[in-house]
Nanobody
Framework: QVQLVESGGDLVQAGASLRLSCTASGILFNVNFKGWYRQAPGKQRELVASISIGGNTNYGDSVKGRFTISRNTAKNTLYLQMDNLKPDDTGVYYC???????????WGQGTQVTVSS
């Protein structure tokens, strides 16, 4: 089994920065981080940022230039650096990982980010 645990969410003012972390544990052979998603109240979960096995990154249009996704393979940890936060960034942020061959997906429990104006 694979467990993902997110941390780093908080209540901040607009313009602040936060760094989210997601640590994976369990049977991680052939399991790779896919990225960060968020779900705002009343909205569907959306992809915020993704990272490929080779390290290529992609971002949603609303966060480009403000968020940076990275990982530390040795620590089995995925990060999301969020700068210049806006109220629209409010939501629960989830870490996602996927088995490279079986395509099983794994999710963390989420961490709440609230940005006040």
């Amino acid at each position: 089994q694979v467990q993902l645990v997110e941390s780093g969410g908080d209540l901040v003012q607009a313009g602040a920065s936060l760094r989210l972390s997601c640590t994976a544990s369990g049977i991680l052979f052939n399991v790779n981080f896919k990225g960060w998603y968020r779900q705002a109240p009343g909205k569907q979960r959306e992809l915020v940022a993704s990272i490929s096995i080779g390290g290529n990154t992609n971002y949603g249009d609303s966060v480009k230039g403000r968020f940076t996704i990275s990982r530390n393979t040795a620590k089995n940890t995925l990060y999301l650096q969020m700068d210049n936060l806006k109220p629209d960034d409010t939501g629960v942020y989830y870490c996602n990982a996927i088995h490279q061959y079986r395509r099983d997906e794994y999710w963390g429990q989420g961490t709440q980010v609230t940005v006040s104006s």
